[in-house]
């Protein structure tokens, strides 16, 4: 929170001293701060629109199949949804676990069928939708291909953690960024 005061507070002021500090061209430093504005504010967006889109329509599953509480299990949901390597499976994997248990211990047939229906909805479905959206999203607002948001997701991961979800798309288009100007210089 400290930080975070000044940051605000004095933003402006650090950025431009550290853009003289850089040994590095105004106009490559101009680019590199617009690309890394529409990158981050893209990435941000796209993670929590993924996260609630992800949470709605774990709700439509779970108020389908007969899951108590299926608001409050779809906003679980959708809070899980930022972390990347448990996701969304950590609350449909037992929802649809419970509802087979539930069938198979009353011998209800039906309730078996639809915690079956729930699994194959969370693998196709619930699980699916952020590797869809978070991609478009981010190539819609920040103009990155595809590839690169993808291979920065995975590696950002892998590098940092939760934290490389944000940061992997943010710097891989930057160094790409960084390169393109790069080679223009030299042209």
């Known amino acids: 929170m ?19 500090w850089l040994p590095i061209r105004k106009k490559t430093i101009k680019t590199l ?11 941000v967006f796209a ?3 993924v996260a609630l889109a992800q949470g709605v329509v774990a709700v439509i599953g779970f108020y389908i199949t007969g899951v108590p509480l299926p608001i409050f299990w779809g906003v679980i949901t959708a809070f899980f949804a930022l972390i990347p390597a448990v996701g969304t499976a ?17 011998e209800d ?10 699994f194959v909805y969370g693998v ?24 690169i948001v993808i291979a920065g997701v995975i ?6 953690g939760v934290v490389g979800l944000f940061l992997g798309p943010i710097l891989l288009s930057l160094l790409m960024i960084y390169f393109e100007t790069f080679r223009e210089r030299y042209e």
Do not use: C
């Open 2 to 20: 400290f930080i975070s005061y000044f940051l605000f507070k004095d933003g402006g002021e650090i950025i431009e001293k550290i853009a003289d």
């Open 33 to 43: 701060m617009d690309q890394f504005e529409k990158v981050t504010y893209a990435v």
């Open 47 to 49: 993670e929590l629109f």
């Open 90 to 106: 950590i609350i449909w994997v037992p929802a649809s676990l419970y509802l087979l248990l539930s069938g198979y211990l009353t």
């Open 109 to 118: 047939y039906i309730t078996i069928a639809k915690g079956v229906g729930l």
């Open 124 to 147: 196709l479905i619930i699980s699916t939708i952020d590797n869809i959206l978070r991609v478009k999203i981010i190539q819609a607002k920040a103009n990155v291909h595809p590839l």
């Open 155 to 160: 590696g950002g991961v892998n590098l940092f």
